[in-house]
């Protein structure tokens, strides 16, 4: 009896490790930087998300915003989004500003517990602005703190979005 019960938990212990590595998703991930800007893919299972993105950092060094840019099977214009704290006051667009150029407004699209986020197609005339800049100024009206100026790097915006132009075509 002994015997027996040593063989079913030698047999549990040595297969255990087996059974659960073949239930694990195969992912893979790609992380390149190209200045202030990275180039990011996962694949899980054979499905793929790539995306170039850039932080805004805080005075506390926290994360205060994220800008980044997608390009989906079957879109003829990237995806733009931006993620903004949660008390960001909706009713109120927010507004990306370029060196020397008329602004251009976004709607929120929604929100979760995490952020506020605008997904939107990127027009022509933003795509060329984000690769000839050196930085966007992104205004938002806060619940709390009133109106914020965040101001983002756009060093290494066009080499990054080269990249993933050149990775989303080789798919």
Do not use: H
Not at 77 to 100: G, N, Y
Not at 129 to 137: C, D, F, G, P
Request: aromatic share 10%; proline share 4%.
């Amino acid at each position: 009896m002994f015997r027996s019960l040593a063989y079913i938990i030698c047999f549990v212990v040595v297969s255990a490790p087996f059974s659960f590595a073949q239930t694990e998703p195969e992912s893979k991930t790609i992380s390149e930087r190209y200045k202030d800007w990275t180039f990011n893919c996962i694949a899980v299972n054979g499905i793929e998300q790539c995306e170039i993105a850039t932080r805004i950092i805080a005075q506390d060094g926290s994360v205060f915003s994220q800008i980044s840019v997608q390009i989906k099977d079957g879109m003829t214009e990237p995806l733009l989004q931006i993620a903004v704290p949660v008390m960001s006051d909706l009713k109120v667009p927010l507004v990306m500003e370029f060196e020397l150029e008329k602004a251009v407004e976004f709607q929120y699209s929604f929100c979760n517990a995490q952020a506020c986020f605008i997904v939107e197609p990127t027009s022509e005339n933003v795509l060329i602005s984000l690769k000839q800049k050196n930085e966007v100024i992104l205004t938002l009206r806060s619940i709390v703190n009133g109106d914020i100026r965040a101001r983002a790097s756009l060093l290494g915006f066009s080499d990054a979005f080269a990249r993933l132009s050149e990775y989303s075509n080789d798919k």
